[in-house]
Nanobody, 113 residues
Framework: VQLVESGGGLVQPGGSLRLSCAAS????????MAWYRQAPEKQRELVAT???????NYADSVKGRFTISRDNIKNTVSLQMDSLKPEDTAVYYC????????WGQGTQVTVSS
């Protein structure tokens, strides 16, 4: 199983980024997909989830600004991040969960002027 994130980078406060995670080696539609993030010297935290049944959930800190989506044909999950703030700076990880849990390698997002 492989999860490969892309789309991170440097953006100014108020800007937008779109992260993508391409999954392979699993039956994607069975998996609950999620995005986590980890800022320096902080614990990894859940950002957003997209369950296999279509339910979506968001951390309070990103509600109204971030949108998670998935494509069960292309085996991808994306995170559209708008109105970015400096406190959104972190490494963002893709996670797949069903009978096992798999993680991507992470992509850096830096929000700074």
């Amino acid at each position: 199983v492989q999860l490969v994130e892309s789309g991170g980078g440097l953006v100014q406060p108020g800007g937008s980024l779109r992260l993508s995670c391409a999954a392979s080696g699993l039956i994607f539609e069975n998996y609950a997909m999620a995005w986590y993030r980890q800022a320096p010297e902080k614990q990894r935290e859940l950002v957003a989830t997209f369950a296999a049944d279509g339910r979506r959930n968001y951390a309070d800190s990103v509600k109204g600004r971030f949108t998670i989506s998935r494509d069960n044909i292309k085996n991808t999950v994306s995170l559209q991040m708008d109105s970015l703030k400096p406190e959104d700076t972190a490494v963002y990880y893709c996670r797949a969960l069903y009978r096992n849990v798999y993680w991507g390698q992470g992509t850096q997002v830096t929000v700074s002027s």
